[in-house]
């Protein structure tokens, strides 16, 4: 069974940072590419990020420069490095592979 736990969410101010941290298991990571999602509040999900197993990045227009994906293929772990946050990051941040389902996701707040 392909389970995914996301961790590292918080309550930060705005222009704070953050690293979330997605560790995977049941799957052979080294070969999976994965993305990083997140949902606002009566928002739809949308994708923020992704890695693929080679190592390659993408990002959504609204992060680029400020976040950063990478992953520890022996920890079998992905991770999101977040700096400069805003209010409007302010989600419910999940990260997905092929085969996994949605997990519990980690909340992550910019306050003023």
């Known amino acids: 069974q392909v389970q995914l736990v996301e961790s590292g969410g918080g309550l930060v101010q705005p222009g704070g940072s953050l690293r979330l941290s997605c560790a995977a298991s049941?799957?052979?990571?080294?070969?999976?590419?994965l993305d990083w999602y997140r949902q606002a509040p009566g928002k739809q999900r949308e994708w923020v990020a992704r890695i693929t197993w080679l190592g390659s990045t993408t990002y959504t227009d609204s992060v680029k420069g400020r976040f950063g994906i990478s992953r520890d293929d022996a920890k079998s772990t992905a991770y999101l490095e977040m700096n400069n946050l805003k209010p409007e990051d302010t989600a419910v941040y999940y990260c997905?592979?092929?085969?996994?389902?949605w997990g519990q996701g980690t909340q992550v707040t910019i306050f003023t």
């Open positions: 049941g799957i052979d990571f080294r070969f999976n590419d």
């Open positions: 997905k592979t092929i085969g996994a389902s």
